[in-house]
Nanobody, 119 residues
Framework: QVRLVESGGGLVQPGGSLRLSCAASGRIFSINGMGWYRQAPGKQRELVAGITRGGSTNYAGSVKGRFTISRDNAKNTVYLQMDRVEPEDTAVYYC?????????????WGQGTQVTVSS
């Protein structure tokens, strides 16, 4: 099993910045993709940003140019730098990682961290 632990959420004012971290531990062989998803009240969970092991990234259109995803493979950690945040960014943010275990690609989730954008 792989365990993902997020940190860095909290309350931030509109236009401010926040940095989320997610560290993976446990039975790690070689984590492939990592990413951040979010879920606002009454809405479906959506992809915010993803990053491959090689560093290729993709972003949701609503955060492109404001958020930056990065990872440290040596530390099995993924980060999300959130700049110029907006009230619409308020949600629970979940870390995601996948790993090939034998012939099965297993998907893992963190417990989530609350981000609230409000003045």
């Amino acid at each position: 099993q792989v365990r993902l632990v997020e940190s860095g959420g909290g309350l931030v004012q509109p236009g401010g910045s926040l940095r989320l971290s997610c560290a993976a531990s446990g039975r790690i062989f070689s984590i492939n993709g990592m990413g951040w998803y979010r879920q606002a009240p009454g809405k479906q969970r959506e992809l915010v940003a993803g990053i491959t092991r090689g560093g290729s990234t993709n972003y949701a259109g609503s955060v492109k140019g404001r958020f930056t995803i990065s990872r440290d493979n040596a530390k099995n950690t993924v980060y999300l730098q959130m700049d110029r945040v907006e009230p619409e960014d308020t949600a629970v943010y979940y870390c995601n990682a996948n790993q090939l275990e034998g012939v099965v690609l297993r998907n893992y989730w963190g417990q989530g961290t609350q981000v609230t954008v409000s003045s």
